[in-house]
């Protein structure tokens, strides 16, 4: 069973419809318990940094940082995949995970922001997520903070300047664009999670 | 390379597609459901749903249709119409809208857009802007185009963006229906004043009038309906036509 975190930072109707319709066994939760007894974990999430606070008040932090550590495949996404990071300058007093170094910040004042519509993926090879995604696939995105490209960035994306689309290390993946509304490159991202053991 | 959006509109009135000539006039373009999903393959960026009579006893019609259209749905999609306060927006979101679309009712009271956006986000948030050419400006109009407002189209996208929008939907009602092309001065004017992405509409026609609207009102997307329902121009074909021309789009997809 797929645990989807609801720490009330917006709607997950469409990342629970995008499972359902892929077959999987999924459950929106605000429980810690359900959590540390589901086989993977998705984090979702849009909207302010802060919004991560809810994880904290909810008492799901622990229950998540434990089933990343215990291996479980987890998958977070846009504001979930931020919060696998040291921190964001969007709310700089929240620490965010840790699991991936660097901090997200808003993009360079040359650009329009937020950062929204389909952009192009620069996939590095390896990747277990984005296993058969072609190289210049196209991704929705909506975001006004960043992440930085790092060791575990398994593709990049350029907006500005380039930035991390995707990053991935053992059982953690992560991922700055929406797949459940990305059309087919979205739904084969997300049945490849559904995949990994 | 961010690439620009083409985004299908289906205008539907008690549960079915219909489009018509500045807002008037309305003839039947089909099931909304199928309507969707066959832009989606088409090479749609987005969908907009707009429930263009959005009276009290048609809204279980449209919630039933906004959840059936989103069931099979995999790009983001907005709906539009009828939407007046917070409870409103709750259950769209809940039928399955990603994104939902105001106009009248944040022209009626603008902190709706950030009550919205605090709930769902920003990027949930698009607050549309009907607006037509009026001694030298552009004037907003609200219910459906029927009332004027006196109100500046560049200051209400200006303010809406302060108060949380995360996009404005930019139609020009002299524009709307004519296939006569966008109104590529209003659609700059505001993209140049807001930091948010501009969704130009109204007066889609051929490939070129989308070309115009990118290169030279530098909208961010831009909306069409007429042209896709009736087959004068396939999204597909749409599309390598702006790819050919050098026009950053999701193509192919």
Same mark, same amino acid.
């Given at each position: 069973?797929?645990?989807?975190?609801?720490?009330?930072?917006?709607?997950?109707?469409? /990342?629970?419809?995008?499972?359902?319709?892929?077959?999987?066994? !999924?459950?929106?939760?605000?429980?810690?318990?359900? !959590?540390?007894?589901?086989?993977?974990? !998705?984090?979702?999430?849009?909207?302010?940094?802060?919004?991560?606070?809810?994880?904290?008040?909810? +008492?799901? &932090?622990?229950?998540?940082?434990?089933?990343? %550590?215990?291996?479980?495949?987890?998958?977070?996404?846009?504001?979930?995949?931020?919060?696998?990071?040291?921190? %964001?300058?969007?709310?700089?007093?929240?620490? +965010?995970? +840790?699991?991936?170094?660097? &901090?997200? &910040?808003?993009?360079?004042? %040359? /650009?329009?922001?937020?950062?929204?519509?389909?952009?192009?993926?620069?996939?590095?090879?390896?990747? &277990?997520?984005?296993?058969?995604?072609?190289?210049?696939?196209?991704?929705?995105?909506?975001? %006004?903070?960043?992440?930085? !490209?790092? $060791?575990?960035?398994? $593709?990049?994306?350029?907006?500005?300047?380039?930035?991390? $689309?995707? /990053?991935?290390?053992?059982?953690?993946?992560?991922?700055?664009?929406?797949?459940?509304?990305?059309?087919?490159?979205?739904?084969?991202?997300?049945?490849?999670?559904?995949? /990994?053991? | 390379?961010?690439?620009?959006?083409?985004?299908?509109?289906?205008?539907?009135?008690?549960?079915?597609?219909?489009?018509?000539?500045?807002?008037? *006039?309305? =003839? @039947?373009?089909?099931?909304?459901?199928?309507?969707?999903?066959?832009? #989606?393959?088409?090479?749609?960026?987005?969908?907009?749903?707009?429930?263009?009579?959005?009276?009290?006893?048609?809204?279980?019609?449209?919630?039933?249709?906004?959840?059936?259209?989103?069931?099979?749905?995999?790009?983001?999609?907005?709906?539009?119409?009828?939407?007046?306060?917070?409870?409103?927006?709750?259950?769209?979101?809940?039928?399955?809208? @990603?994104?939902?679309?105001? *106009?009248?009712?944040?022209?009626?009271?603008?902190?709706?857009?950030?009550?919205?956006?605090?709930?769902?986000?920003?990027?949930?948030?698009?607050?549309?802007?009907? #607006?037509?050419?009026? *001694?030298?400006?552009?004037?907003?109009?609200?219910?459906?185009?029927?009332?004027?407002?006196?109100?500046?189209?560049?200051?209400?996208?200006?303010?809406?963006?302060?108060?949380?929008?995360?996009?404005?939907?930019?139609?020009?009602?002299?524009? @709307?229906?004519?296939?006569?092309?966008?109104?590529?001065?209003?659609?700059?004017?505001?993209?140049?004043?807001?930091?948010?992405?501009?969704?130009?509409?109204?007066?889609?026609?051929?490939?070129?009038?989308?070309? @115009?609207?990118?290169?030279?009102? =530098?909208?961010?997307?831009?909306?069409?309906?007429?042209?896709?329902?009736?087959?004068?121009?396939?999204?597909?074909?749409?599309?390598?036509?702006?790819?050919?021309?050098?026009?950053?789009?999701?193509?192919?997809?």
């Amino acid at each position: 069973m797929i645990a989807i975190v609801d720490y009330g930072a917006g709607n997950l109707n469409s /990342v629970k419809k995008a499972f359902d319709y892929l077959g999987a066994e !999924v459950v929106v939760t605000t429980q810690p318990e359900i !959590v540390t007894t589901a086989d993977k974990i !998705v984090l979702p999430g849009v909207g302010h940094f802060s919004a991560l606070i809810g994880l904290d008040n909810a +008492g799901l &932090r622990d229950a998540l940082l434990r089933g990343a %550590s215990a291996g479980k495949p987890f998958l977070g996404i846009c504001l979930g995949m931020q919060w696998l990071f040291e921190g %964001s300058d969007e709310a700089p007093q929240f620490a +965010g995970a +840790g699991i991936f170094a660097g &901090r997200c &910040r808003p993009f360079p004042s %040359s /650009v329009k922001s937020p950062h929204v519509g389909w952009n192009s993926l620069a996939v590095r090879e390896g990747s &277990r997520l984005l296993r058969n995604v072609a190289p210049d696939s196209f991704v929705y995105y909506t975001h %006004s903070f960043q992440a930085p !490209v790092v $060791a575990a960035t398994t $593709a990049a994306t350029e907006y500005g300047a380039q930035f991390s $689309a995707a /990053v991935e290390q053992e059982n953690v993946f992560g991922v700055q664009f929406h797949p459940e509304k990305s059309w087919t490159v979205g739904l084969l991202i997300l049945k490849n999670f559904c995949e /990994v053991r | 390379m961010l690439t620009k959006r083409i985004i299908a509109c289906l205008d539907v009135d008690d549960g079915r597609v219909v489009k018509g000539v500045q807002f008037v *006039n309305l =003839r @039947d373009a089909g099931d909304p459901v199928k309507c969707a999903a066959a832009h #989606a393959r088409d090479g749609a960026d987005e969908i907009v749903l707009l429930d263009i009579t959005a009276t009290s006893d048609k809204r279980q019609t449209m919630l039933d249709v906004v959840s059936r259209t989103a069931r099979g749905l995999f790009i983001p999609f907005t709906v539009g119409g009828g939407i007046r306060e917070l409870s409103d927006a709750e259950a769209v979101f809940e039928a399955g809208a @990603d994104k939902i679309a105001i *106009n009248s009712a944040a022209v009626k009271d603008p902190t709706l857009i950030g009550k919205i956006a605090a709930r769902f986000g920003s990027q949930a948030v698009v607050v549309a802007i009907d #607006a037509r050419r009026v *001694n030298g400006g552009f004037e907003v109009f609200v219910a459906g185009g029927r009332i004027p407002t006196g109100r500046d189209a560049l200051l209400w996208a200006r303010e809406a963006a302060a108060c949380g929008a995360g996009e404005i939907l930019l139609t020009s009602m002299d524009r @709307d229906g004519t296939q006569s092309g966008f109104d590529c001065e209003l659609v700059q004017t505001v993209a140049d004043a807001v930091s948010i992405p501009v969704i130009a509409s109204g007066g889609a026609g051929s490939a070129r009038d989308f070309i @115009d609207v990118f290169r030279s009102g =530098r909208a961010d997307a831009a909306l069409a309906a007429s042209i896709f329902h009736f087959g004068i121009e396939n999204i597909a074909q749409l599309k390598r036509e702006l790819h050919a021309a050098n026009v950053p789009v999701r193509w192919p997809c």
